[in-house]
């Protein structure tokens, strides 16, 4: 076991058990900061995974912007005078089973198939490359998410200001 | 022939009626009503012509020159989709022996009903309008060559005769009109299946030579149209033909109404207006027959064969359950509704004769029925309008008060139980001799002949209890006839007893036809010999 | 004269009575002096009736007479050849006759009515009906084919109908019509099936072209059974019509119609028609036929005998001898007496027309009281009634000097003959037991109503002998029931032109095998010109006729004696035999129970049936064929029926079935949008399940 | 990729380049409209207009755009075709319409200060939409639909007049996220399996022997998920009453006609482009054996019209009873994708030109009644036919057309479709379909019934619409009769479009 | 242990996936059901990174994975933007209570 598997465990361990922190806890806030240390987590893979640019942007995007945003969510709709910041579950019984058996049947599929994978090269950096694809073969799919994010904008500004009365 | 389109005038001219009726403003009550019947009086004008200018030794059925008054143009066409070539649909019109009575019968039946109609008062403009639409539906059905026309027509009717029913009809309408809506478009969305297994199992050729997939009714008689591998091609040896023929023959049965599916009808014709029932009894119901004798002989004419006994099983079921079930009604209409039952069973069984007096007289009954029914619904919207009740036993006696009235029942009832000298005697009569004939339903119709009986039991029985006896005192109010209703009442009077006496006037035209088709359905086939008869 | 002539002469004559019908009927509220052109007419008919006979009798004695026309045209019909139904007339001796006899009743009878009827509301209606009918027997009369035949066979039992039940008003009269009518109907099916079973084999429904195919040995469907069939089927009509065992109930019921009526219809006519019907297709009548003929018929007048005597009712009475005498006429066809059968169809005519108007006028004077024990003494209020009557009484119970006694003693000698030819004893044994009781019982009813002391003195003071227009008809009639007309010697029925020159019985046209064997066509005898089957047969007959002649003398007047007994000197007193042969008694009194048996058997049988159908067709074929009655719940629901047949407990699986798949998809659209993610989910697993690639 | 890849691509997009441009300008124009922003509806309208005439300009135009540069095989990201133009210019028209539909509603006229955010997000909601079309990568597919389905999660409570409008917004949005998430993952592995993220890439390594089924199976049924989940077939099709119910019925309309709609171009092109190996001489698509679409898809269908048309039975909101018989009606149309030809594809295209018509109208009526009365339910249309005669009218002919009876238009889609089956031997399903056929029918009567069959209520109100709104009646209307009678004009364009590119 | 190869990064991921389904299927709070929403992205994205690089793919892996991220970005903004919505409607955001849509 070399320190690369060492590392994979760790990240893996931080992913996977704040992760279920995530979405067994019952304060909102706390749930919060385990979403923290999962994507952090899965950051962690990224690197190992040799994707350093993606790291960056996950780490960047997702914990710079979607958690704050979160947060903001978690803040903007409780009132923390009065209510403690507990969310109640559902559907226990039936989520368990079926999430899984889903587990269940997505491991085994995947243990059970025989990936065509080849050794893993060396790990180059990847941002110009990414730069590169993103105008000229992805150019396209890069337009379109700028439209995606201006009308996502536009979008959820429209529906979340307060309407003048 | 005629140098004027006159079968489509015939259809369409109800259309052209609707549409000024609907340009009228709503409160024209009168002119709405003159303009309805003048466009059914055109048709019975034309229908007139028609009659005059037919030629009687024209066979048609399936033989496309022998067709009269033909209007054939192609209304679809879309050259070249995919593999399947070209499609197209003709407007098919023309008429032969089998469809022109029936041509006849709904020019005068609604022009009846519009009489009829005169005392409707709500929403006359929506009435009259949906009437017309309904008149052109029924017409279309009886001249329409070409199976996709033919299911056009078919199913406009549906929409009409529920808000006829819907709208002016009595206490449960709403359940009869829906009922009857539910049943009928039960029975045609599997006529649709059959006709789309039609359509790709038998080619035309066209004049240039080309063949093409057909939905011309004379062409899917042409067993040398089918093709190799059609669902329903008779040489393909795994074709569910026969099925077809069940689905297409259900559809057809609800129509009739054939047990069990006549469930609709009673309940329908209770609740309807009488111009309405009239129209369904006297015009709708005989689609049905028709709808047989159209399309499902001559295309199946095989699996006809094989299935005349349990055609003439139902036919035989239909009189004396109707029969039966008449003779329990405590209410005027609903037991004229069970009788329709009764009588519709006889055009069942003389089809299942396969021969030329049943079929001959299967169709003329269909016209008898048609007149019969009619004016027996019409007299009793007469009592009706007068009392509004139908309670049998409410009555009693009115022959002293309404004696003129009493004259025409009379004349009515008994044509319905099979008078000689009244029309209904003369096709019942026909369709025994032709059923008789044949050996594997002679025994179904020997019990059949017990309709005669009982038939005479319930219709007697009802005479008696509204007309004979002591004058109920709660009716010595009741006026007997006016103008108008012996307007209505005269002419299918005049009809009955002329066809009773006359009947040729009727089965001349039918009966070149006719043979033509009893030709057809015995060809071909070297183990089975109909009688003919 | 020309042979179109006589058609001509004979179409004139069956329409005149419809036309004046029609006239009548559509302009009778508007001219109330309508029906003296409908008695003119039926007068005028009569003229030109008694003209044909003449002629044809004298011109034309041996042939028949037809003329036809195409009714329909089928065309070249498919493995048939030509097909065609065609109408027409015939005219033969016994055509002429009866066109005379049906003629001269009808004219009678509306003389009679002018007076009896007159006052009634619908008076011109009354007429119009007369002609009607009469027009609807002649039709049967003169018809050529088995079509015509059954079409005014119906148009009879509607004028029937109508007549009967003249005077709606009374619920009996209209019970009486109906009863009439759907009665026949049973007889009419039976006729149906059997014209169906011979057009079926000979394409055509004309009785010569029939008969000459049966004599060329062409059978239906290839069997003699069907042939033996087709000829009982027909009987049956004529068992209907003639109010033969079973279906005879109708007669006595149908005398709520008006006296008249019941003269004209239920005595002379209509009722002979079966008779008549059964004369047309004796040739082909088989063994087996003819031999359910004449039992049925012996039966009847039996039956019919039985309970005459002890009916109370003057009408009933007469209806019950009626239908005794009918099957007397049915029997001897039966037996192969045709001549004689047709004789007595004549005979019975005038006097038990005779009767009935004279039981009219009886009724008349006492002002509609019909009860026999309400009368007596009559005789000397009534004194020409009396008389007739009593002359009718003499024929009909078979006296000497009558034309009773001819015809009766023919039948009777008939029955002898075919006892001693085929062993069926029984048959003549009826027939003079019959003869018996109709004395008797036809006594028993001039007695206790002439004779005697008045029992109603208010009535009896104000009866009084009826005018001459109600008179002149029972002189006439009367005057018909004597020998003289027939023949000239009283003891000989076959010495006179009637038997042996105008009727003469028609050579059979069965197949021989299926033929009696006295039947068999070795060597046709004759006596006195009358030509009957065989030699044995007219050897049997006549050894026959004396004994028949002695037997039926002493039974008739063992009968008479016997009513005298009774009645009118009293040395025997009735209510004690009654008593002493209670149940029979009571058997007789009602009817052998018919009435009750049909009313229990029969008709509330239907009634229910016919109840539990319609109950059977609202709930279960309507539910269940209701589109696999998964919409009918839905279309219930619709229209807010759903608890009414929830509460009916009309609730079937599929229904039910239907209804819960409806409502679990309702029931899983919880509006919790994570519910909905559990069923997707599963949903996912579930379609990974299904398709499953191994 | 290099610059004339670029214009090739650029020219072979036009109609969405145009759709951007004028998303922009609305944009742009919302900011400087700052006060009067009555024209933006008229640039809105214009845009459209302007990408539809390209698009009839240009019908044959085909090919592939952005084509990866170092990829061996010519596929691009974008493949052009009639297919996908036929139902890009069903989603313009159907966007012209709710252009009206949003003019005259109610609703929407109360939001109308924010009338440029709301084209801006309709034009998201169509741009989404082309590229769903016409996309074949996996990648593009997904950002499609996510660009489509923002847009149409905020649209659905754009108002926030009511809870229910923010209620099937946040419905919408948690069902759409959880469903495109689940399609992502499928398409990660299908990625992992294949290598590749592009249709007909996906196609060629289909053919080659080795394949992990099970892996595959489960990837494609993820991604069906997230396919069902936007054409809203069953069991997928959970959120669609809801928010068809709670949102805007001009979106609900266009909901229910465009959004499906490209859902079911994405469906069949995913199908058609890479599972289909061969195409035969009778135009039968012959699939790889390997995962058994057929099947699949008659399941679905079957399900799926069963279940819209069982629940519409009870439904008292006309809105939502609509909303089930869409489901119903995306069972229909399934049925026509199941058959597996070009006669399948000929039923479909011809069932959704005519849908677009009926459904539309019936929604348009619905909204114009809802505005006047302030409800949708059934029992408010008491006598409607009598208070407001023409919309009673068109509203009995689109239903009518959506139970399929002659002579209406909705009668030929049934007819092609039943034609379709027939030919392929499907003869037990289209029984059930004909049955659910019958049922379909009472819950469209029903309407009838309390239109014209019971008598006009207190409640009951008269609708009298402006001009504009009986001319967008009409023109809907009239086509479905005439198509009814003549549906020549509808068969011939169908005809033009069935190619779909594909190796 | 044996080494760390594709399949461990694809058990990570799927366990993510379906803590991801668990926690949007019970949390009653719509945000906490947003933050499942985000561990399903995140599985998948793990899934694209994973293959792009042990299938030797090329950075479209990277790219996808990219992709993904910014738009699980866009997503969550309108998702919260519609969830202050619905706090401002209904004064809660508890998914399992905002049912008046239904049947």
Request: glycine share 8%; proline share 3%.
């Amino acid at each position: 076991m070399n320190i690369y598997d060492i590392i994979f465990y760790l990240f893996a361990a931080i992913t996977l058990v704040s992760g279920f922190f995530v979405v067994s806890t019952k304060n909102i806030v706390h749930a919060g900061f385990y979403l923290l240390f999962t994507l952090f987590g899965v950051a962690g893979l990224y690197v190992l995974l040799g994707a350093d640019f993606i790291a960056i942007v996950q780490l960047l995007v997702y914990v710079g912007g979607i958690l704050i945003l979160l947060l903001f969510g978690v803040m903007l709709t409780n009132k923390i005078t009065s209510v403690d910041l507990r969310s109640g579950t559902s559907y226990i019984i039936p989520a368990v089973i079926g999430v899984g058996i889903l587990w269940g049947a997505l491991t085994a599929v995947l243990f059970k198939t025989s990936w065509r994978s080849k050794a893993p090269s060396g790990m180059d950096p990847t941002t110009s490359e990414i730069g590169r694809l993103l105008i000229t073969d992805y150019v396209l799919v890069f337009e379109l998410l700028g439209i995606l994010l201006l009308v996502a904008l536009i979008g959820a500004a429209s529906i979340a200001r307060r309407d003048k009365e | 022939m005629l140098g004027f389109p006159i079968l489509t005038l015939l259809t369409f001219i109800p259309v052209l009626g609707m549409i000024v009726v609907l340009l009228l403003p709503n409160d024209r009550a009168k002119e709405i009503k003159y303009t309805s019947l003048l466009a059914t009086g055109l048709q019975v004008v034309l229908a007139i012509v028609l009659m005059m200018n037919y030629n009687f030794n024209a066979g048609g059925v399936y033989d496309e020159s022998s067709f009269q008054f033909i209007e054939k143009f192609r209304w679809i066409e879309i050259p070249g989709i995919s593999w399947l070539g070209t499609v197209k649909i003709d407007y098919f019109l023309g008429v032969d022996g089998l469809s022109t009575p029936m041509v006849l019968l709904t020019a005068i039946i609604s022009f009846i009903a519009t009489l009829s109609s005169w005392n409707i008062s709500n929403s006359v403009k929506g009435y009259f309008a949906l009437f017309l639409l309904l008149d052109t539906g029924m017409m279309g059905v009886f001249v329409a060559l070409d199976f996709f026309l033919f299911y056009v027509f078919w199913e406009l009717m549906l929409l009409p005769m529920y808000f006829l029913i819907g709208i002016w009809g009595g206490p449960r309408k709403e359940y009869a009109a829906i009922k009857f809506f539910i049943y009928t478009l039960f029975g045609s969305v599997f006529m649709l299946l059959v006709m789309i297994g039609l359509y790709f199992s038998a080619q035309e050729t066209l004049v240039d030579g080309s063949k093409v997939f057909t939905f011309n009714l004379l062409a899917l008689m042409d067993q040398s149209n089918y093709t190799a591998d059609g669902i329903l091609s008779p040489f393909n040896p795994n074709n569910i033909r026969f099925i077809a023929y069940i689905a297409l023959f259900a559809g057809f049965a609800i129509k009739i109404p054939m047990f069990p599916f006549h469930t609709w009808l009673p309940d329908a014709h209770v609740e309807a207006p009488t111009p309405i029932s009239v129209i369904l009894a006297g015009v709708l119901l005989k689609m049905g027959t028709y709808g047989i004798l159209r399309i499902s002989y001559p295309i199946f004419p095989e699996i006809t064969r094989d299935l005349m006994w349990y055609i003439a099983l139902f036919g035989m079921i239909n009189i004396i359950y109707g029969a039966l079930c008449a003779m329990a009604q405590k209410d005027f209409k609903k037991l004229i509704a069970y009788s329709s039952v009764s009588h519709m069973g006889y055009v069942l069984l003389g089809m299942a004769s396969l021969s030329t007096t049943g079929i001959n007289g299967a169709i003329l009954q269909m016209f008898n029925h048609g007149t019969i029914t009619a004016m027996l619904f019409l007299i009793v919207g007469v009592i009706y309008d007068r009392s509004h009740t139908r309670g049998l036993d409410d009555f009693g006696g009115l022959a002293t008060q309404m004696p003129v009235y009493t004259g025409f029942v009379t004349i009515a009832f008994f044509a319905a139980i099979g008078l000689p000298g009244l029309s209904g005697w003369v096709s019942e009569a026909l369709v025994f001799v032709g059923a008789f004939g044949v050996d594997i339903i002679r025994v179904l119709t020997m019990i059949s002949a017990l309709g005669i009986l009982l038939g005479a039991a319930y219709m007697l029985w009802t005479l008696q209890r509204i007309f004979l006896g002591k004058l109920n005192e709660k009716w010595n109010q009741l006026a007997d006839l006016d103008k108008r209703e012996y307007a209505m009442l005269v002419p299918l009077a005049v009809i009955i007893i002329f066809l009773g006496i006359y009947p040729s006037a009727m089965l001349d035209i039918m009966n070149t036809s006719v043979n033509s088709l009893v030709d057809f359905l015995s060809n071909g086939s070297a183990n089975f010999t109909l009688s003919g008869l | 004269m020309q042979e179109i002539t006589f058609l001509q002469l004979s179409i004139t004559v069956l329409f005149l009575p419809l036309l004046s019908f029609l006239i009548v009927i559509l302009y009778g509220k508007k001219f109330p002096k309508l029906y003296l052109l409908e008695t003119g007419s039926i007068i005028l008919g009569f003229a030109l009736s008694v003209l044909l006979m003449i002629f044809k009798i004298s011109q034309q004695l041996n042939n028949t007479l037809s003329f036809n026309m195409t009714w329909i045209d089928f065309g070249n019909v498919p493995m048939l050849g030509h097909l065609k139904i065609e109408l027409g007339i015939m005219l033969d001796n016994v055509t002429v006759l009866m066109l005379f006899v049906v003629y001269l009743i009808s004219m009678l009878v509306h003389i009679f009515s002018l007076e009896y009827m007159r006052g009634d509301r619908l008076y011109n209606r009354y007429f119009a009906y007369l002609g009607l009918f009469t027009f609807s027997m002649l039709g049967i009369v003169l018809t050529d084919n088995l079509l015509m035949m059954y079409i005014f066979w119906e148009l009879v039992g509607l004028s029937s109908y109508l007549l009967i039940g003249f005077w709606y008003e009374k619920k009996s009269a209209s019970d009486a019509g109906k009863k009439a009518f759907i009665v026949n109907r049973v007889g009419d099916i039976g006729f149906f099936l059997g014209i169906l079973i011979i057009f079926s084999a000979y394409n055509t429904f004309s009785f010569a072209k029939v008969f000459e195919q049966i004599g060329m040995g062409v059978l239906p469907f290839d069997s003699g059974a069907w042939l033996t069939a087709a000829g009982i089927l027909i009987f049956m009509g004529a068992v209907g019509k003639s109010a033969q065992f079973p279906l005879h109930v109708w007669l006595p019921d149908a005398m709520e119609g008006p006296t008249p009526v019941s003269a004209l219809i239920h005595a002379a006519t209509m009722v002979a028609a079966g008779v008549y019907l059964v004369t047309r297709v004796f040739v082909m009548l088989t063994a087996d036929a003819m031999l359910i003929i004449a039992v049925v018929g012996a039966f009847t007048s039996f039956v019919a005998a039985t309970i005459a005597l002890t009916q109370n009712d003057i009408k009933k009475v007469l209806a019950y001898s009626t239908v005794s005498q009918l099957g007397y006429m049915i029997m001897s066809l039966g037996v192969g007496a045709y001549a004689f059968a047709f004789f007595h169809l004549v005979t019975h005519a005038f006097f038990k027309a005779c009767l009935f108007l004279g039981s009219g006028s009886v009724i008349h004077a006492m002002h509609h009281e019909q009860d026999i024990r309400n009368m007596g003494g009559l005789r000397k209020k009534l004194p020409i009634t009396y008389l007739t009557f009593l002359i009718s009484t003499l024929a009909i119970s078979g006296v000497p000097l009558t034309s009773g006694f001819l015809s009766k003693d023919g039948i009777l000698a008939g029955t002898l003959a075919f006892g001693s030819l085929t062993g069926h004893w029984l048959i003549p044994a009826f027939g003079f037991i019959v003869a018996l009781m109709t004395a008797f019982y036809m006594f028993r009813l001039v007695i206790v109503t002439f004779h005697g002391v008045p029992k109603n003195k208010e009535k009896f003071d104000h009866a009084h002998e009826s005018p001459f227009v109600m008179v002149m008809p029972l002189v006439v009639l009367s005057a018909l029931s004597l020998f003289i007309w027939y023949t000239p010697l009283p003891h000989a029925p076959d010495a006179g032109w009637f038997i042996s020159d105008w009727v003469k019985t028609p050579q059979t046209v069965v197949p021989e095998n299926l033929r009696f064997d006295f039947m068999k066509s070795s060597a046709p005898g004759e006596i006195n010109g009358e030509v009957v089957h065989s030699a044995s047969y007219t050897e049997a007959l006549h050894h026959a006729h004396y004994p028949a002649m002695a037997l039926s003398l002493i039974v008739a007047g063992l009968g008479i004696l016997l009513a005298f007994l009774m009645y009118q000197w009293k040395k025997i007193d009735p209510d004690l035999v009654a008593g002493k042969v209670k149940p029979l008694y009571d058997f007789s009194l009602n009817k052998w129970y018919i009435d009750e048996f049909y009313d229990a058997a029969v008709i509330k049988f239907t009634l229910k049936f016919s109840g539990f159908l319609a109950w059977f067709d609202n709930t279960i074929i309507d539910g269940i064929v209701n589109v696999s009655a998964v919409i009918t719940r839905l279309a219930s629901k619709i229209v807010d029926l759903f608890d009414i047949y929830i509460v009916d407990g009309f609730v079937n699986f599929s229904a039910f079935i239907s209804g819960f798949i409806g409502l679990s998809f309702r029931r899983m659209q919880t509006g919790k949008v994570q519910t909905y993610l559990v069923f997707v989910v599963f949903s996912i697993l579930i379609l990974l399940i299904i398709i499953n690639p191994f | 990729m290099d610059l004339t890849n670029l214009y090739y691509s650029l020219r072979l997009i036009l109609p969405e380049v145009i759709v951007s441009v004028a998303l922009l300008i609305i944009v742009i124009a919302d900011l400087i409209l700052h006060r009067d922003k009555k024209s933006i509806p008229y640039i809105a309208l214009t845009g459209m207009l302007a990408a539809l005439a390209f698009m009839i300009t240009d019908l044959a135009q085909q090919g592939f755009a952005f084509i990866p540069s170092k990829s061996q095989h010519m596929f691009g990201m974008v493949a052009v075709d009639a297919f996908g133009t036929f139902f890009k210019i069903l989603i313009i028209i159907s966007s012209v319409f709710i252009v009206f539909f949003s003019n005259s509603s109610l609703e929407i006229q109360k939001v109308s200060d924010r009338i440029g955010e709301y084209y801006t997000l309709i034009y998201g909601m169509i741009l989404g939409m082309m590229f769903m079309i016409s996309a074949s990568d996996l990648i593009l597919i997904y950002l499609s639909i996510e660009l489509l389905s923002l847009s149409s999660y905020v649209l659905a409570g754009f108002t926030k007049l009511r809870d229910r409008n923010s209620e099937a917004s946040l419905k919408y949005i948690i069902y759409g996220a959880v469903s495109s998430g689940i399609m992502l993952f499928g398409i990660s592995i299908l990625y992992g399996i294949s290598g590749t993220t592009n249709l007909m890439a996906l196609n060629k390594f289909f053919q080659s022997p080795e394949l992990n089924l099970l892996t595959l199976s489960f990837s494609l049924i993820l991604i069906f998920a997230g396919i069902g989940y936007k054409i809203s077939a069953a069991p997928f099709h959970f959120w669609t009453p809801d928010v068809y119910e709670g949102a805007p019925i001009a979106i609900t309309a266009y909901l229910s006609v465009a959004s499906k709609a490209a859902g079911f171009a994405l469906l069949i092109r995913f199908i058609r482009t890479s599972f289909v190996a061969v195409v035969d001489a009778q135009g039968n698509w012959i699939l790889f054996d390997f995962f058994d679409w057929r099947s699949l898809l008659i399941i679905i269908s079957i399900l799926t019209m069963t279940l819209g048309n069982f629940s519409a039975l009870w439904q008292n909101n006309l809105k939502r009873m609509l909303a089930y018989s869409s489901i119903a009606h995306a069972g229909y149309i399934l049925l026509g994708l199941a058959v597996l030809s070009v006669h399948g594809l000929i039923a479909i295209m011809v069932y959704f030109l005519i849908y677009l018509l009926m459904n539309l109208g019936a929604f348009f009526i619905v909204m114009l009644i809802a505005d006047k009365s302030g409800s949708e339910n059934i029992d408010d249309y008491s006598g409607l036919g009598y208070t407001s005669p023409l919309l009673g009218v068109a509203l009995s002919i689109f239903l009518i057309s959506l139970t399929g009876i002659p002579p209406t238009a909705g009668f030929i889609a049934k007819l092609y479709l039943f034609i379709a089956l027939v030919d392929a031997n499907m003869i037990a399903v289209a029984v059930i379909a004909l049955l659910n056929t019958v049922v379909s029918l009472y819950y469209y009567v029903r309407v009838l019934k309390h239109m014209y069959l019971t008598k006009p209520s207190a409640s009951t109100s008269s609708v009298r619409a402006v001009g504009i709104n009986y001319a967008v009646v009409l023109i809907l209307t009239i086509p479905v009769i005439l198509f009814g009678l003549y549906f020549t004009p509808i068969l011939e364009f169908v005809k033009n479009c069935i190619s779909i590119l594909s190796i | 242990m044996i080494e760390v190869g594709l399949t461990h990064f694809l058990i990570v991921s799927s366990a993510l996936f379906s803590f991801g389904i668990y926690g949007i299927i019970t949390r009653k709070n719509a945000v906490m059901v947003l933050m499942g929403i985000e561990l399903i992205l995140n599985a998948a994205n793990i899934n694209f990174v994973a293959f792009s690089r042990y299938l030797n793919l090329g950075l479209s892996g990277q790219v996808a994975a990219l992709f993904v991220i910014i738009l699980a970005a866009a997503e969550a903004a309108i998702a919260l933007a519609i969830v202050l919505n619905i706090y401002k409607t209904f004064d809660h955001v508890n998914v399992d209570e905002i049912e008046k849509l239904k049947e």
